[in-house]
C-alpha cells in the first residue's frame, strides 16, 4: 500500500478555527445591529400642553440607542459601506398598507354573461401564492393619482373627435368607474382623479392572463379598499363612513 493511502488530512489549526468563528459572530451580530438600530413604527405618541403633533398624530421610533451608536459610529462608515451592505432588511411588503384591498375578476364570455368570478387574494390559497396575490392587490391601491395639467383646451378639427382621458367618475360616495371622458374647458378646470399607469399595466397584463388561462372572452376587474386603522382612530373622532368599503371599477377589457 502506497504511502499517501494511508496518510491522514492534516487538523484545521484551533487558532483558524476560532479566528473564523469569531469573524462569522462578528460579522452577524454587526449586521443584526444595523437593522435593529433603524427607525420602527408607525407609533402614537402622547402629547403634551407644549408639544406639537405631526398631521398625522404619529411617529416613528428610533433604534435603541446602544445599537444606533455602533451603527454610527463604526458600523456604516466602516463596515457595511465598504462592503456596499447597506439595505437595512426593512422590506416594503414588511410595512403596513395604508389600505386594505382586495380585489374580483368576473370573466364573460362573448355575449357578456359572466362564466365566473374570481377573488384575489383567494383565501384557499397556499401561503406563497396568496402573499404574492396580496402584492398584486396592494400595487393596485388607492390613493389614486390627481389628472396632471392638461394644458390649453382641446380643439376638433376636420371632422375628429376631441382626445379622451380616462378619470375616475364617482356614482355615489363608496363606488367609481373609470371611464373615458371628452377633454372639454370643463374638464381641464376640475381636479380629477386618474388610473396610475402602473396600476392600469398590471390590470391589463393581469387580465389577459386569466382570459386565456380560464377561455373567457372578455374580463373586468373591481378594487375593493378600505382605509387602514391608525393609532389616531383610536384617539380622534371620525366620520361614519370613514372606514366604508370603496368599489372601484376598471372597466371591461378584452385579451
Given at each position: 500500500m502506497?504511502p499517501?493511502s494511508t496518510?491522514r488530512?492534516?487538523p484545521?489549526?484551533?487558532g483558524?478555527?476560532?479566528a473564523?468563528?469569531?469573524?462569522?459572530?462578528?460579522?452577524l451580530?454587526?449586521i443584526g445591529?444595523?437593522?435593529?438600530?433603524?427607525?420602527s413604527?408607525?407609533?402614537?405618541?402622547?402629547?403634551?400642553?407644549?408639544d406639537v403633533?405631526?398631521?398625522?398624530?404619529v411617529?416613528?421610533s428610533?433604534?435603541?440607542?446602544f445599537a444606533r451608536a455602533i451603527?454610527?459610529n463604526?458600523?456604516?462608515?466602516y463596515?457595511?459601506?465598504p462592503?456596499?451592505?447597506?439595505?437595512?432588511?426593512?422590506f416594503?411588503?414588511n410595512?403596513?398598507?395604508?389600505y386594505?384591498?382586495?380585489f374580483e375578476?368576473?370573466l364573460?364570455n362573448?355575449?357578456?354573461?359572466?362564466l365566473?368570478?374570481l377573488?384575489f387574494p383567494?383565501?384557499k390559497a397556499?401561503?406563497?401564492v396568496r402573499?404574492?396575490?396580496?402584492?398584486?392587490?396592494?400595487?393596485?391601491?388607492?390613493?389614486?393619482?390627481?389628472?396632471?395639467p392638461?394644458g390649453?383646451?382641446?380643439v376638433?378639427?376636420g371632422?375628429?373627435?376631441l382626445?379622451k382621458?380616462?378619470i375616475w367618475?364617482?356614482e355615489?360616495?363608496?363606488?367609481k368607474?373609470?371611464?373615458?371622458v371628452?377633454?372639454?374647458d370643463?374638464l381641464l378646470?376640475?381636479?380629477?382623479e386618474?388610473a396610475?399607469p402602473w396600476a392600469?399595466?398590471l390590470?391589463?397584463?393581469?387580465?389577459r392572463?386569466l382570459?386565456?388561462?380560464?377561455?373567457a372572452?372578455s374580463?373586468?376587474?373591481?378594487?375593493?379598499?378600505?382605509?387602514?386603522v391608525?393609532?389616531?382612530d383610536?384617539?380622534?373622532?371620525r366620520p361614519?363612513?370613514?372606514f366604508?368599503?370603496?368599489?372601484?371599477y376598471?372597466g371591461?377589457?378584452?385579451?
Amino acid at each position: 500500500m502506497s504511502p499517501s493511502s494511508t496518510a491522514r488530512a492534516r487538523p484545521f489549526p484551533l487558532g483558524l478555527q476560532v479566528a473564523c468563528s469569531v469573524l462569522a459572530v462578528g460579522h452577524l451580530l454587526l449586521i443584526g445591529l444595523f437593522a435593529l438600530a433603524q427607525d420602527s413604527g408607525p407609533w402614537w405618541y402622547d402629547v403634551g400642553p407644549n408639544d406639537v403633533m405631526p398631521p398625522s398624530g404619529v411617529n416613528h421610533s428610533p433604534g435603541p440607542v446602544f445599537a444606533r451608536a455602533i451603527t454610527v459610529n463604526f458600523t456604516e462608515p466602516y463596515y457595511v459601506v465598504p462592503l456596499r451592505m447597506t439595505h437595512n432588511y426593512h422590506f416594503q411588503s414588511n410595512r403596513r398598507p395604508d389600505y386594505s384591498v382586495y380585489f374580483e375578476v368576473f370573466l364573460k364570455n362573448e355575449r357578456g354573461d359572466v362564466l365566473r368570478t374570481l377573488k384575489f387574494p383567494d383565501d384557499k390559497a397556499s401561503f406563497w401564492v396568496r402573499h404574492r396575490q396580496e402584492i398584486l392587490a396592494q400595487n393596485l391601491s388607492p390613493p389614486d393619482q390627481q389628472m396632471p395639467p392638461r394644458g390649453n383646451e382641446k380643439v376638433a378639427a376636420g371632422g375628429k373627435d376631441l382626445p379622451k382621458v380616462e378619470i375616475w367618475v364617482r356614482e355615489d360616495a363608496h363606488t367609481k368607474r373609470l371611464k373615458p371622458v371628452e377633454e372639454t374647458d370643463d374638464l381641464l378646470r376640475e381636479s380629477h382623479e386618474v388610473a396610475s399607469p402602473w396600476a392600469k399595466t398590471l390590470v391589463k397584463s393581469y387580465l389577459r392572463y386569466l382570459c386565456r388561462e380560464h377561455g373567457a372572452a372578455s374580463a373586468e376587474l373591481v378594487r375593493y379598499s378600505r382605509r387602514t386603522v391608525l393609532p389616531l382612530d383610536l384617539y380622534a373622532p371620525r366620520p361614519e363612513d370613514t372606514f366604508k368599503e370603496l368599489k372601484s371599477y376598471f372597466g371591461e377589457m378584452k385579451p
